[in-house]
Antibody, heavy 119, light 112 residues
Framework: EVQLVESGGGLVQPGRSLRLSCTASGFTFGDYPLSWFRQAPGKGLEWVVFIRSKVDGGTTEYAASVKGRFTISRDDSKSIAYLQMNSLKTEDTAVYYC??????????WGQGALVTVSS | DIVMTQTPLSSPVTLGQPASISCRSSQSLVHSDGNTYLSWLQQRPGQPPRLLIYKISQRFSGVPDRFSGSGAGTDFTLKISRVEAEDVGVYYCMQATQFPLTFGGGTKVEIK
């Protein structure tokens, strides 16, 4: 069974940093791209970042709203993906979802991690 | 960026009756490889999103056959043939033809 578990969320002050982790199981982690999405309270879904598998170069794509502040990485030996979030803003407050990429879609989603940016 | 527009915003439906959600993109979603990367997701209250349909009309594993997707180019539709109580939630279309990936604003399906 495919499982994705996000951790590392919490309350952080504006301008500070936070790192989310996504621990995966139930599939060969290194073979698949991954993507993070977020959902602000009461709002719709927003794509954040995408990382390809190492076989496809491990390259990344970022939403304009987070480019230069967020960094995605992956440790295939541990089946963990990381989302390093720097210079956080109040508008980054959201539930962050880690997803497995199934080819042209996110086929499995984690339960999400709440990040609250507030002073 | 490709803008995705969903209608209606809200869809009150009687149990057992059909529901239909429309999604329109600001430009064609046909990829250079010939595929159209339009998917539909369901988000039940308090739950993460769940993939229902990918590549316009392909049902994901475990998705009931009362859900169907259709369309081409810039116009797409999700249909629920007979709404059940467990179908209550918000439905999103999403395009993955090009980055940035973008979503429609969501359609809330509720029971009358």
């Amino acid at each position: 069974e495919v499982q994705l578990v996000e951790s590392g969320g919490g309350l952080v002050q504006p301008g500070r940093s936070l790192r989310l982790s996504c621990t995966a199981s139930g599939f060969t982690f290194g073979d698949y791209p991954l993507s993070w999405f977020r959902q602000a309270p009461g709002k719709g879904l927003e794509w954040v970042v995408f990382i390809r598998s190492k076989v496809d170069g491990g390259t990344t794509e970022y939403a304009a709203s987070v480019k230069g502040r967020f960094t995605i990485s992956r440790d295939d030996s541990k089946s963990i993906a990381y989302l390093q979030m720097n210079s956080l803003k109040t508008e980054d407050t959201a539930v962050y979802y880690c997803t497995k990429w199934g080819g042209s879609f996110s086929d499995y989603w984690g339960q999400g991690a709440l990040v609250t940016v507030s002073s | 960026d490709i803008v995705m527009t969903q209608t209606p915003l809200s869809s009150p439906v009687t149990l057992g009756q059909p529901a239909s959600i429309s999604c329109r993109s600001s430009q064609s979603l046909v990829h250079s490889d010939g595929n159209t990367y339009l998917s539909w997701l369901q988000q039940r209250p308090g739950q993460p999103p769940r993939l229902l349909i990918y590549k316009i009309s392909q049902r994901f594993s475990g998705v009931p056959d009362r859900f169907s997707g259709s369309g081409a180019g810039t116009d797409f539709t999700l249909k629920i043939s007979r709404v059940e109580a467990e179908d209550v939630g918000v439905y999103y279309c999403m395009q993955a033809t090009q980055f940035p990936l973008t979503f429609g604003g969501g359609t809330k399906v509720e029971i009358k």
